[in-house]
Nanobody
Framework: QVQLVESGGGLVQAGGSLRLSCAAS????????MGWFRQGAGKEREFVAA????????SYADSVKGRFFISSDYVKNTVYLQMNSLKPEDMAVYYC??????????????????WGQGTQVTVSS
């Protein structure tokens, strides 16, 4: 089992920045990758970014490339999502996820075995 706890969400003005954190505990040594997804009101959950446990592979949704950056500190078992130049359309509940499987398609929610409770990001225009 892996437990994931997100933090860092909040209210920010458009153009501002936030950094989300996801602290993992439990069977963290078996994690292959961690990712961030988001779900806006009335929308489906969508992929944001992912990183493998070695940090050797990252992946981003086109909508956040160049603005969001994912990083990891596997000593602390924590993954971060630095979000810059936030837009109103970035407003959503952001979820952290982890997979124990060596999956290829990190953008697919079905690839992930564990999910956090989510943290709200609100962007005011």
């Amino acid at each position: 089992q892996v437990q994931l706890v997100e933090s860092g969400g909040g209210l920010v003005q458009a153009g501002g920045s936030l950094r989300l954190s996801c602290a993992a505990s439990g069977r963290t040594f078996s994690m292959y990758a961690m990712g961030w997804f988001r779900q806006g009101a009335g929308k489906e959950r969508e992929f944001v970014a992912a990183i493998t446990s070695t940090g050797g592979r990252t992946s981003y949704a086109d909508s956040v490339k160049g603005r969001f950056f994912i990083s990891s500190d596997y000593v602390k078992n924590t993954v971060y999502l630095q979000m810059n130049s936030l837009k109103p359309e970035d407003m959503a509940v952001y979820y952290c996820a982890a997979t124990l499987r060596a999956v290829v398609l990190l953008t697919n929610p079905a690839a992930y075995d564990y999910w956090g409770q989510g943290t709200q990001v609100t962007v005011s225009s």
